[in-house]
């Protein structure tokens, strides 16, 4: 099948990326993964895209510099898709625009709420009965953008910040998948 030429952007640990990687090596997953883009040069998740044998570009700190150059390696290799997994950084308005194709974002927590960073703390200090991960497009505007798909679990008495991002993280692995699923095939 033709599968959509994707990158993927990452910014730390990469579980995502990685689960993205095995489940677009399947012959009937709409996607593969030809390109990824990471905002740490030191990023442990850098080590999937080695092992998979996948380029990848480091987002350096000068924004403008950066996002023109990765502009032009998108081209390059043809994306037609890209997936935020992780990334840490904002990308600017004439960045999506430019691009001008489907941008996915994976976020975690149950959007509309708790947008931004620190979600596990705003999750466990506004006392939610429950949590999850969103996917959802991206516009200019963050965390906001047609929603996708969300996964849910209940919160229990004894979750910290740390069971609430295993918890998370472990819906999301899925999550991810089923949404490039539901809109791609
Ligand atoms: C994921 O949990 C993702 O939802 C979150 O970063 C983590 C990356 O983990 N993204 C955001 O917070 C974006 N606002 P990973 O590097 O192991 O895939």
Known sequence: MAKINTC?????????????????????????????????????????????SIPYLIFKNNKFLSEKKILKSLRNYKINLILLAGFMKILSKRFIRSFGKSILNIHPSLLPKFKGLNTFEKVLKEREIKSGCTVHFVTEKLDEGKIILKKTFFIEKKDNISSLKKKTQNLEYNAFSEAIIKIFK
């Open 8 to 52: 993927v952007f990452i910014s730390g640990k990469g579980t995502n990326l990685k689960r993205l990687i095995i489940n677009s090596n399947k012959y009937d997953f709409p996607i593969k993964i030809k390109l990824v883009v990471c905002s740490n040069k030191n990023a442990e998740g850098l080590k999937f895209a080695k092992k998979w």
